[in-house]
C-alpha cells in the first residue's frame, strides 16, 4: 500500500505538470468558465456590481475550478486560476467598486451632520479668538 501510494505519488510529479497546464485549462474552459458566462449573461448587466446577485455563479465557478483541480491532481490555486480570475474581473467587475456596490453620495440627513458641523465649530472658534483678543486688550 506504501509503495502504491509512493508510486501514485511518483505518477503525479512526473505527469502533473503536462496535464496541469493543457488539459487542466481546456477542462475549466469547458465546465467551469462556460457555465459562468451563461450565468452572467443571463444576469442583466446592470445587476453584475451587486454581490448578492454574482455571488452564486462566482461561487460555482470558484468551486467548479477547485473542484477539476483536486480530480486532476494539480495545485489550485495556481497561475493559470489567477489569470483566469483577473481576466474574468477585467471583463465583468471592471465598473464595480472594490466593496462590491456602487458608490454614491449618503443621504443628506447623514451628510449634512458632517459638513455643518465642522463649519460651525470652524466659526466659533473664529469668533472666539477675536472676541479673546478684544477682551485682552480692552476693547470689549
Not at 61 to 76: D, G, I, P, R, S
Not at 84 to 89: D, Y
Not at 124 to 137: D, E, Y
Request: glycine residues 6%; negative net charge.
Amino acid at each position: 500500500d506504501l509503495l502504491q501510494g509512493g508510486v501514485e505519488l511518483w505518477t503525479l510529479s512526473t505527469a502533473a505538470p503536462s496535464i496541469c497546464s493543457g488539459a487542466y485549462g481546456r477542462a475549466i474552459s469547458d465546465f467551469c468558465v462556460t457555465k459562468f458566462t451563461l450565468d452572467m449573461k443571463a444576469l442583466d448587466q446592470s445587476l453584475w456590481c451587486s454581490w448578492s446577485d454574482t455571488f452564486q455563479p462566482y461561487e460555482e465557478l470558484t468551486n467548479c475550478t477547485y473542484f477539476v483541480a483536486l480530480k486532476m491532481h494539480c495545485f489550485w490555486p495556481n497561475q493559470q486560476i489567477d489569470e483566469l480570475f483577473i481576466r474574468l474581473h477585467r471583463d465583468y467587475f471592471h465598473d464595480c467598486a472594490l466593496t462590491g456596490r456602487l458608490l454614491r453620495d449618503p443621504p443628506i440627513r447623514i451628510l449634512g451632520p458632517f459638513i455643518g458641523v465642522p463649519v460651525l465649530v470652524t466659526l466659533l472658534m473664529t469668533a472666539l479668538v477675536v472676541w479673546s483678543g478684544k477682551c485682552c486688550q480692552g476693547i470689549v
